[in-house]
């Protein structure tokens, strides 16, 4: 069994930046990928990004390339989303997950993973 819990969310005027935190706890952190995903009202949950299990492979979403980095410490077991230059439309509840069988490469598809956060609400204002 894996627990995630997701902090830093929270109001934000357009083009600031915000850090969200994805703590992980029970099974093995460090041996599997994991992703951030977002669900705004009325839509459909949508990738943001996602990482391998050391660091070394990352894939993001178009709407987020160049704005959005993920990032991962294993010995912390907790990974991070800096969030900069946001906009209205970044405004969504944000979810971190987890594929707990699988270490290698990245996905983009929330039904490669295993495991949910309850989710962090982040409202960019304009």
């Known amino acids: 069994q894996v627990q995630l819990v997701e902090s830093g969310g929270g109001l934000v005027q357009a083009g600031g930046s915000l850090r969200l935190s994805c703590a992980a706890s029970?099974?093995?952190?460090?041996?599997?990928?994991m992703g951030w995903f977002r669900q705004a009202p009325g839509k459909e949950r949508e990738f943001v990004a996602s990482i391998n299990w050391n660091g070394g492979s990352t894939s993001y979403g178009d709407s987020v390339k160049g704005r959005f980095t993920i990032s991962r410490d294993n010995a912390k077991s907790t990974m991070y989303l800096q969030m900069n230059s946001l906009k209205p439309e970044d405004t969504a509840v944000y979810y971190c997950?987890?594929?707990?069988?699988?270490?290698?490469?990245?996905?983009?598809?929330?039904?490669?993973?295993?495991?949910w956060g309850q989710g962090t609400q982040v409202t960019v204002s304009s």
């Open positions: 029970g099974r093995t952190f460090s041996a599997a990928i």
């Open positions: 997950a987890i594929n707990s069988n699988r270490a290698w490469g990245t996905s983009a598809s929330l039904y490669d993973y295993n495991y």
